[in-house]
């Protein structure tokens, strides 16, 4: 489309299902070139994917024609497809129901980069679902907790 111009960042956070501490360090980063692919590949641009064993942030600015809702039903259905395809588990594979997205402006682009790139180091002194929360709160999101994650099983 001409004279359409867009600048959309978008932070996206998903979680293995029940949290379980199950992407190994022998494959993570294979993964995380693979749904950084499957953003590419929906005409999104990834900017960072990292994440640690028990969840992935994705850091990229969104296409306007692509929805939010249509880009995680890609990113983790197909990378839930590959985990599973290259038998990567023990057992079948899968992504916690739901995700979180934030949005950010253009002068946030090298924190929220610099954040996503230091995860394993970040998660030495908070948990994933403790993060998660942080980020619902500052971003002023109103949930119930116990919506938010399924039960440990």
Not at 32 to 42: A, K, M, P, Q, R
Not at 77 to 88: A, E, M, P, Q
Not at 102 to 111: A, T
Request: net charge neutral.
């Amino acid at each position: 489309m001409s004279n359409t111009y867009h600048q959309v960042y978008i932070q996206a956070v998903f979680a293995v299902k029940y949290r379980d501490a199950v992407i190994e360090k022998e494959w993570k980063s294979e993964l995380l070139s693979v749904i950084g692919n499957l953003i590419n590949e929906t005409g999104c641009k990834t900017i960072i994917v990292n994440g640690t064993e028990d969840h992935v942030h994705c850091f990229l600015g969104l296409k306007p024609t692509v929805s939010i809702s249509e880009l995680m039903k890609i990113v983790k259905g197909r990378s839930s497809k590959y985990i599973n395809d290259h038998n990567l588990t023990k057992s079948r594979f899968e992504w916690q129901e739901g995700y979180g997205v934030f949005s950010y402006s253009q002068s946030h682009i090298d924190s929220v980069y610099k954040y996503i790139e230091n995860q394993e180091k970040h998660h030495k002194t908070q948990n994933f679902k403790d993060e998660y929360l942080s980020f619902l709160d500052k971003f002023k999101i109103t949930f119930e907790e116990k919506y938010v994650f399924k039960n440990l099983i």
